[in-house]
């Protein structure tokens, strides 16, 4: 007997695997923490970073690769410590309000 049920959840997986797609690379540095701040809930939480480890047998080199999944609405910013994040992002804030303003002046 042919099951219907696993076709249907085949191609849910591919819809769902459509949805991922790059939204910008970053290079964390290392001793670094990635830091994200949530504009709406006003919340700052450390990113789970993934990280991955490959090895290229053509160059001898390795390479470690992260992945971090994207949460809209939120700012993301590398610090050594949530003090630190802290302070980057209410500058980083002040920036850009500073921008705006100067936008409306002109």
Request: charged letters at 30%.
């Amino acid at each position: 007997m042919l099951e219907i049920v696993p076709k249907i959840q085949v191609e849910q997986k591919t819809k769902k695997q459509q949805e991922y797609k790059l939204m910008g690379t970053m290079l964390l540095k290392p001793g670094m923490k990635l830091f994200s701040w949530n504009i709406r809930t006003e919340t700052l939480k450390e990113v789970e970073v993934a990280k991955d480890k490959n090895y290229d047998y053509l160059a001898q080199k390795t390479s470690r690769n992260g992945r971090v999944n994207y949460t809209p609405n939120c700012i993301y910013i590398q610090a050594i410590n949530r003090k630190n994040a802290v302070k980057k992002f209410n500058k980083k804030i002040q920036n850009l309000i500073a921008r705006q303003l100067k936008k409306i002046k002109k």
